[in-house]
């Protein structure tokens, strides 16, 4: 890669939103099961990040010479049974920068904001067969089930989606 990728908490998306939307647009356009269809058009995307942070989700950008290369979100629980555990969500990295360790970064950086919070438990959800599935396995997560037909791609076949999880007692 030659530049170092940094990974950093954004407390706003106002001045990435630009960025943060065409991230969205070409990991949607590029197949990803992120809860989006092709085509994704600029003005979804941007309500779409524009909705995203909150005191209860945090999100990680990976930046590489200053740009936006990928992202992932944690989502706390606010249950009151809850509070030991979090969401791993929409883990994406741009389609020309893949296989590069950006995820697994995210992925690193995510886990240990959860542990400083307190989050022990740590869970998320991807579609079989997808890359993501190796990504996770190789971090130690381990899959807790299927769900044949829970979503749906741009040309109507429907995806089972695998869960994991990830305990630090």
Not at 44 to 50: H, I, L, M, N, T
Not at 98 to 116: D, P, S, T, V
Not at 122 to 140: A, F, H, K, Q, W
């Amino acid at each position: 890669m030659g530049s170092k990728v940094i990974i950093e908490q954004l407390q706003s998306i106002e001045e990435s939103s630009a960025e943060l939307s065409e991230l969205l647009i070409q990991v949607v356009e590029d197949g990803a099961s992120i809860g989006f269809l092709p085509p994704l058009s600029p003005a979804d995307s941007e309500q779409y990040w524009g909705n995203v942070i909150s005191p209860e989700a945090i999100l990680f950008v990976a930046k590489l010479n200053e740009r936006i290369v990928g992202s992932v979100q944690l989502h706390l629980c606010t249950k009151q049974n809850g509070s030991h555990r979090a969401e791993i969500a929409k883990l994406m990295t741009h389609p020309g920068y893949r296989r590069k360790g950006i995820g697994r970064l995210l992925m690193q950086e995510a886990e240990k904001r959860a542990e400083r919070e307190g989050r022990s438990l740590l869970v998320l959800d991807t579609r079989e067969g997808d890359p993501s599935n190796i990504l996770y396995g190789s971090l130690g997560y381990i899959q807790a089930g299927r769900l044949p037909n829970y979503a749906q791609s741009s040309n109507g076949e429907l995806h089972a989606t695998i869960f994991y999880f990830k305990y630090r007692g």
